[in-house]
Nanobody, 123 residues
Framework: QVQLVESGGGLVQSGGSLRLSCAAS????????MGWFRQAPGKEREFVAT????????YSTNSVKGRFTISRDNAKNMVYLQMNSLGPEDTAVYYC????????????????WGQGTQVTVSS
C-alpha cells in the first residue's frame, strides 16, 4: 500500500506560482510512476503531468506545457508540481497518484491517490 498526501495548494493571483508537494509513505516510490491530475468544479478529472520512476521521463498535458514542471525526489519519497504563470483556468483540486510501471495519462491506470489539495487562482 502507498499513502499519498498532497500539500502546497492555496489562493494565488493570476500570473502567480505555487509548488505542490506529494508525500508518500508505506512503500518506497522507486518503482512507481507518478502523476498529477486535477478536477475543476463541474468538470471531469483531467490529467496534468506524469513522471517515470527514475525521473528521466516526463510528460504533461498541452495546456500546462511551459508553465508546470513535475519532478521527484525518491530519496525523500516526494513528488512535486511547480506551477508558474497560473490563470483562473488552473483552479481545481489537484491530486497526486501512483502506479507501478511506466508513466500514464489515464486516471484508471493509477492505483493510489491522495486526498487532493485545492488551488484557486483569482483573476
Amino acid at each position: 500500500q502507498v499513502q499519498l498526501v498532497e500539500s502546497g495548494g492555496g489562493l494565488v493571483q493570476s500570473g502567480g506560482s505555487l509548488r505542490l508537494s506529494c508525500a508518500a509513505s508505506g512503500r518506497t516510490l522507486r518503482s512507481y510512476a507518478m502523476g498529477w491530475f486535477r478536477q475543476a468544479p463541474g468538470k471531469e478529472r483531467e490529467f496534468v503531468a506524469t513522471i517515470s520512476w527514475g525521473g528521466g521521463s516526463t510528460y504533461s498535458t498541452n495546456s500546462v506545457k511551459g508553465r508546470f514542471t513535475i519532478s521527484r525526489d525518491n530519496a525523500k519519497n516526494m513528488v512535486y508540481l511547480q506551477m508558474n504563470s497560473l490563470g483562473p483556468e488552473d483552479t481545481a483540486v489537484y491530486y497526486c497518484a501512483a502506479r507501478q510501471g511506466v508513466p500514464g495519462t489515464r486516471g484508471y491506470e493509477y492505483s493510489y491517490w491522495g486526498q487532493g489539495t485545492q488551488v484557486t487562482v483569482s483573476s
